[in-house]
C-alpha cells in the first residue's frame, strides 16, 4: 500500500485539476492520495469523482494557522486535517475568512510590486481559470516566471517572495489551538505539517508540540522533503514519546514545486491509527449526523 497525505490541486497552489491531481496520484502507483489544499476543500468533490478504480481519495486540508513559538514570539504553523465535515458552520466560516484574507494580502503584494515597475498583470495572478483557488505566493511566483522575471517559482521566492522578504506580509491565520478544536468538532483529526522545515526560519519548540498534543493533535508529518533524516528522527522519537501518529506526504504542488506526487509516504498503520481516532468509515467519510461514537477532543488526547 502506497499512501501520500500531503497533495494541493490548483484548489489553492498547486498546479494540476483535482482530476489531474488523482490521475498523478494513480500513475504514481498510490493506493491512497489525501487532497489537502490550503484553506479549501473546494476540490475535494471533482477529485473523488476522478479518482480511478483501486485509488482511494481521503478528503483533506492544510490548514494556515498561528501558534505561540515557545520563545516568546509567534510562528506560522501548518496543520494537516483530515476526514472532516466541510459543512461544519465554523469550518465553512473560518476558511471563508482565510481565503477572503489571502486575497486581500495577494492584492496589497501585487500592487507593490506593480508599483515597483514589475511586469504581472492583474489577470494573469487574479483572473486565470483558478480565479476561484485559495491564492497564495505562488500565483504571484507564477506571473513572475511567465513574464520572464525569474526562471523559476523557486527563484521567485528567493528574489522577492521568501518570508520577511521585500514583498512579504503576514496573515492573520487561525489561532493553532482553535484550528485543532474547529476540526476535532467537525469529525476531523489534525496533524502537524513539516514541523521542523527550515525553510520559513520560524519552528516551534518541542514544548509547543507537547502543548498543541495536550490540545488534541493526532499527529505529526515526519517524512516530508523539507525534513532531513536526522530531523526526521528526532521527530519520530518525539512522536512514540507522545504517543502521535507519523504521517508523511509529498507536498505535490504539480510544476509550482519539484517534488514528484508519492515522494514520501504514510504507513497502512498510521492511516488506520488517524481514521480510527477521528472514528470514521474506512473510506475516511464523514459518518453522519451521529457522532456518538466520535471521541471528542478531549477523550482523544488523553
Ligand atoms: P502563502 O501561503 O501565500 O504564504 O505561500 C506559501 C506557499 O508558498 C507554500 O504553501 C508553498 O506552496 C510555497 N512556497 C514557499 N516557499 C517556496 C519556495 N522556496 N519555492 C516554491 N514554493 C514555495
Ligand atoms: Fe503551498
Ligand atoms: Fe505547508
Ligand atoms: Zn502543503
Request: hydrophobic residues 40%; aromatic residues 4%; without cysteine.
Amino acid at each position: 500500500m502506497r499512501i501520500d497525505l500531503h497533495t494541493h490541486s490548483n484548489a489553492s497552489d498547486g498546479t494540476d485539476t483535482p482530476a489531474e491531481l488523482v490521475a498523478a496520484a494513480a500513475a504514481a502507483g498510490l493506493d491512497v492520495v489525501a487532497i489537502t489544499d490550503h484553506d479549501t476543500t473546494a476540490g475535494w468533490d471533482e477529485a473523488r469523482a476522478a479518482a480511478p478504480p483501486g485509488l482511494r481519495v481521503l478528503p483533506g486540508a492544510e490548514l494556515s494557522t498561528v501558534s505561540p513559538d515557545g520563545r516568546g514570539g509567534s510562528a506560522t504553523v501548518h496543520l494537516l486535517a483530515y476526514a472532516f465535515d466541510p459543512k461544519a458552520p465554523a469550518v465553512v466560516r473560518e476558511q471563508a475568512r482565510l481565503r477572503a484574507e489571502r486575497r486581500t494580502r495577494l492584492r496589497i503584494m501585487f500592487d507593490r510590486m506593480v508599483a515597483d515597475g514589475l511586469p504581472i498583470t492583474e489577470a494573469e495572478v487574479f483572473g486565470g481559470p483558478d480565479s476561484d483557488a485559495s491564492l497564495g505566493r505562488p500565483h504571484l511566483a507564477r506571473a513572475l516566471v511567465r513574464a520572464g522575471v525569474v526562471g523559476s517559482v523557486r527563484e521567485a521566492f528567493e528574489r522577492y517572495l521568501h518570508t520577511g522578504g521585500p514583498y512579504y506580509l503576514r496573515r492573520h491565520d487561525t489561532p493553532v489551538r482553535r484550528a485543532i478544536a474547529m476540526i476535532a468538532d467537525a469529525g476531523g483529526v489534525t496533524v502537524l505539517a513539516h514541523p521542523l522545515a527550515h525553510r520559513g526560519g520560524e519552528l516551534i519548540t518541542t514544548e509547543v508540540i507537547v502543548e498543541l498534543t495536550g490540545a488534541g493533535l493526532t499527529g505529526i508529518e515526519v517524512d516530508h522533503a523539507d525534513q532531513d533524516e536526522p530531523t526526521r528522527g528526532r521527530l519520530r522519537s518525539l512522536a512514540a514519546d507522545l504517543g502521535l501518529v507519523v504521517t508523511g506526504g509529498s507536498d505535490y504542488h504539480g510544476t509550482n514545486k519539484r517534488i514528484p506526487i508519492g515522494a514520501n509516504t504514510t504507513s497502512p498503520a498510521s492511516l488506520e491509527a488517524l481514521l480510527g481516532a477521528a472514528g470514521r468509515r474506512p473510506d475516511g467519510t464523514f459518518a453522519g449526523p451521529d457522532r456518538a461514537n466520535v471521541p471528542s477532543a478531549q477523550e482523544r488526547s488523553g
